[in-house]
C-alpha cells in the first residue's frame, strides 16, 4: 500500500493567491482529515470527513479555507486568498473503518509558504 | 483542551529501554489512551492504543495503571531512528473531532 498520498509536497506562494492542496488517503479508508502544523500552535485539526461528508469543520479558521471529498479517493484544501500566516505544514491522514477513528495514517504533509 | 501531561523532553541510550510517561487523571470509563510520534519531518505515525488492558504490538508496548490516571509507553531496545515527538493521547471512540496532540516528549536517542 502506497500510504496516504499528498501533493504539491513543497508550495511556495503570493499572498493573495489561490492554493489548492491535494490528498489521496488509503484506498478502503473512510475518514479522512486535514491538519495544519506551525510551530507556534502546534497541530491543529482543521476538518474531517467520514464517508465523502464533511463532519466538522470547526476548526477550519476562516472563510478563506475550504475543503471537499468528492470521492472516496480524492479530496481537497484550499485557501482563497492565501496570506502570509497560513504558511505552515499541512496534514492529510486516513482512517479505516471499524477502527474507532482516532488510528490514523498519515501522510508526508506539504510545506506551504505564503510570502 | 489539554488532558494529557507529558515531560518536554526525555534522552534514553541506544540499545536501552525507553520509558515515556504520561499522565491522563481526567480520562473518563470511555476513552482510549493512544500513542503517537512524529519524526523530523514527517507526518505523525499511530503507534499504540489501550483501554485498560497492557497492550504490545511490533513497535512497543503499553502499560496503563489499574486507575487509568497514568501509561507509560515503553520502546524496548531505542535506535537511533526512534528519536521523534512522542504524543500521548486521550480519545474516546468516534470522537475524531477532539483529536489534541499537545506539545508531547522529544525523546532523543543517543548513540
Known amino acids: 500500500d502506497a500510504g496516504v498520498i499528498q501533493s504539491p509536497r513543497h508550495e511556495v506562494t503570493e499572498m493573495g493567491q489561490e492554493v489548492t492542496l491535494r490528498c489521496k488517503p488509503i484506498?478502503?479508508?473512510?475518514?479522512l482529515f486535514w491538519y495544519r502544523q506551525t510551530m507556534m500552535r502546534g497541530l491543529e485539526l482543521l476538518i474531517y470527513?467520514?464517508?465523502?461528508?464533511?463532519?466538522?469543520d470547526s476548526g477550519m479558521p476562516e472563510d478563506r479555507f475550504s475543503a471537499k471529498m468528492p470521492n472516496a479517493s480524492f479530496s481537497t484544501l484550499k485557501i482563497q486568498p492565501s496570506e502570509p500566516r497560513d504558511s505552515a505544514v499541512y496534514f492529510c491522514a486516513s482512517s479505516p473503518p471499524g477502527q474507532g477513528a482516532s488510528e490514523q495514517y498519515f501522510g508526508p504533509g506539504t510545506r506551504l509558504t505564503v510570502t | 483542551d489539554a488532558k494529557t501531561t507529558q515531560p518536554p523532553s526525555m534522552d534514553c541510550a541506544e540499545g536501552r529501554a525507553a520509558n515515556l510517561p504520561c499522565n491522563h487523571s481526567?480520562?473518563?470509563?470511555?476513552?482510549?489512551v493512544y500513542w503517537y510520534r512524529q519524526i523530523h519531518s514527517q507526518g505523525p505515525q499511530y503507534i499504540i492504543h489501550g483501554l485498560k488492558n497492557n497492550e504490545t504490538n511490533e513497535m512497543a508496548s503499553l502499560i496503563i495503571t489499574e486507575d487509568r490516571k497514568s501509561s507509560t509507553l515503553i520502546l524496548p531496545h531505542a535506535t537511533l531512528r526512534d528519536t521523534a515527538v512522542y504524543y500521548c493521547?486521550?480519545?474516546?471512540?468516534?470522537?475524531?473531532?477532539?483529536?489534541?496532540f499537545g506539545t508531547g516528549t522529544r525523546l532523543t536517542v543517543i548513540p
Open positions: 470527513f467520514n464517508n465523502n461528508v464533511p463532519i466538522d
Open positions: 484506498s478502503g479508508h473512510d475518514y
Open positions: 493521547i486521550v480519545e474516546g471512540v468516534g470522537g475524531a473531532n477532539n483529536l489534541f
Open positions: 481526567t480520562i473518563s470509563g470511555n476513552e482510549y
